[in-house]
């Protein structure tokens, strides 16, 4: 085992003895991302000129999956940190402020949450009704935000806002602000049926007096279409697989106690183990096929942004959020009752429940809308190793 790996091995143990409870409180996984912290693994990515360890995307990944087989909320925060951690690493490196910024993140191992969302637009990311208000060398910014994961635990949120009042709609920047910058005042709960420890509660967002320094360089189109899109995806599917991992695992675990209690009969399960098995192995060369594309185009903004590569990223989110929920189903049903109750070494409730929201983070019918539009223009569907 790696060095890196054992490292998130150590912060999954954390993850998994206090996943039950963050989940049954709906709270912040606290423990899990002091262990990070410990780990030293919210700096992975900040390359290391910046006091980082330079890891990529796919380093993450491997992380995002073995966090999400122990704690789906642990891991979700994981891999929404460093999505944003990704935007600024991909476009804020020739910035003097966010290099700083990305110094403190590798030294005090800073927390990042997003806030893109917003009351009015919902999820659509791409459009803005906040806007960031200049005078001379600050700004000030307002915003109604839908919902803010962990924004009440992280150390600085990435927010969207309209580059200034009379902006249009989709004429975004992105800005980083402090966490000794703002003020939250929450105006939704998060209660519900799984990932209850992400606690993405709805907030008003008010910042005053920030330097404009601390608005990222490039239009947050480029950002969202060079590196955030890729590594949502990337980073969300890994968590996924993660917690189809855990699923396919209590199954086999399952299937195997039945075959020891009867030595010489092969379990009927085992046919609908062997079924699952293929599925997950289809889920996850999915996944790699994706990563690999990814990485192969790295740096190659024309690569990452043409309609091709969207539509690649598109159909992996829709494939790998519906593969994860339907792997998990047939997991239950490979273990019965055991897997239903809470209070086996088989429950299968919190996976399932947390895998549920994977259709829904940015719903598959939107993604699917956005596809239907790039498919209009692509043209022809490429080689069979290549976008």
């Not at 790996?5 to 963050?22: G, L, N, P, Q």
């Not at 990704?86 to 804020?92: D, E, K, M, Q, Y």
């Not at 700004?139 to 924004?151: N, P, Q």
């Amino acid at each position: 085992m790696s060095t890196l790996a054992a490292r998130a091995e150590r912060a999954a143990a954390v993850a998994a003895h206090h996943a039950d409870a963050v989940d049954r409180e709906g709270r912040f996984p606290e423990e899990a991302v002091a262990a990070m912290r410990s780990e030293r693994l919210l700096g992975l990515q900040i390359p290391g000129q910046f006091g980082g360890e330079g890891a990529g995307l796919t380093q993450i990944a491997e992380l995002c999956s073995t966090l999400g087989q122990a704690c789906s909320a642990a891991a979700m925060v994981f891999a929404m940190h460093h999505i944003k951690v990704s935007s600024l690493v991909t476009h804020g490196i020739d910035s003097p402020w966010h290099g700083r910024l990305m110094e403190r993140i590798a030294r005090e191992q800073l927390l990042v949450a997003s806030s893109t969302t917003e009351a009015g637009i919902g999820g659509d990311l791409r459009n803005s009704l906040c806007a960031v208000e200049t005078t001379g060398e600050v700004f000030a910014l307002g915003k109604d935000a839908s919902v803010i994961s962990y924004g009440a635990h992280a150390d600085l949120i990435l927010a969207t806002a309209r580059r200034h009042p009379d902006a249009a709609t989709s004429d975004q920047v992105l800005v980083a602000l402090m966490a000794d910058q703002i003020s939250l005042a929450r105006t939704g709960d998060w209660d519900t049926l799984g990932m209850r420890g992400t606690c993405s509660d709805g907030f008003r967002l008010e910042a005053r007096n920030v330097p404009v320094e601390q608005i990222l360089p490039k239009p947050f189109a480029e950002i969202a279409a060079q590196s955030m899109l890729a590594s949502s995806h990337l980073l969300w599917s890994s968590v996924w697989y993660g917690i189809a991992t855990y699923a396919v695992d209590r199954a086999r675990a399952f299937v195997q106690a039945e075959a020891r209690r009867r030595p010489g009969q092969v379990p009927p399960t085992a046919t609908r183990l062997g079924e699952v098995s293929s599925a997950h192995q289809a889920m996850r060369g999915t996944i790699v096929s994706a990563l690999r594309r990814f990485e192969d185009a790295h740096g190659d903004a024309d690569t990452i942004g043409s309609v091709g590569f969207c539509v690649m990223l598109n159909n992996l989110k829709i494939t790998v959020s519906d593969m994860a929920v339907d792997i998990v189903r047939r997991a239950l049903a490979i273990v019965g009752l055991a897997g239903y109750r809470n209070d086996t070494p088989f429950s299968l409730g919190r996976p399932l429940r947390d895998v549920l929201s994977a259709p829904l983070m940015i719903g598959n019918d939107r993604i699917l809308a956005n596809t239907a539009k790039l498919l209009l223009v692509q043209k022809g569907s490429g080689q069979l190793m290549s976008a």
